[in-house]
């Protein structure tokens, strides 16, 4: 139940305010693993939730595909 509205309110999030810094969000180990799991350099400016939102996605997508 949890999950599912964590979820509902980044979707909602992402939708009206793309552009917030994914901290208010997504706590830093969440960010930091989120990039490492994607192999990707974490960028030095800060995350927006579109980007953070998008690479999540994406991650779910390469599990489900194996």
């Known amino acids: 139940m949890v999950v599912a509205w964590r979820i509902a309110r980044l979707m909602r999030m992402g939708r009206t305010c793309p552009d917030l810094d994914a901290s208010?969000?997504?706590h830093a180990d969440e960010i930091q693993?989120?990039?490492v799991f994607a192999k990707k350099a974490r960028?030095?400016?800060p995350v927006t939730?579109?980007?953070m939102i998008r690479m999540v996605a994406s991650?779910?997508?390469l599990c489900h595909k194996n």
């Open 24 to 26: 208010l969000f997504f």
């Open 49 to 51: 939730l579109n980007q």
């Open 59 to 61: 991650l779910v997508l």
């Open 33 to 35: 693993g989120a990039y």
């Open 43 to 45: 960028p030095k400016t």
